[in-house]
């Protein structure tokens, strides 16, 4: 067990999205959702963003709430063809490989 885990100084809250973007491609929807985590998340400090899959870190470096801007991401993607160029987004870090979640 790690320091962090037991450690009364540190609290962990995870917040779980699906921007479900595959399904939804339009850009009135991406919009939306945009503008919900605007209003949702703008009162909170967010230390770190998961982001699954490409088309959640490209939304979030073309539309992303502003208080996200200095928060580190870092991308999980399945199959590393579909990383493509990179370099205009705040990336932290990639991981690919195959998700197995059960």
Avoid at 29 to 37: A, C, D, M, S, V
């Amino acid at each position: 067990m790690s320091n962090i885990q037991v450690s009364k100084d540190y609290q962990f809250e995870f917040y779980v999205e699906c921007m479900d973007l595959n399904r939804f491609p339009s850009e009135h929807y991406r919009n939306r959702i945009i503008e919900t985590y605007r209003e949702k998340y703008s009162g909170l400090k967010v230390d770190l963003i998961v982001a699954f899959l490409c088309s959640s870190l490209h939304i979030l470096a073309k539309h992303g709430p502003e208080s996200f801007l200095s928060v580190p991401v870092i991308l999980a993607e399945q199959a590393p063809r579909l990383l493509g160029d990179l370099s205009l987004t705040f990336l932290a870090a990639v991981v690919s490989g195959r998700v197995d979640i059960e």
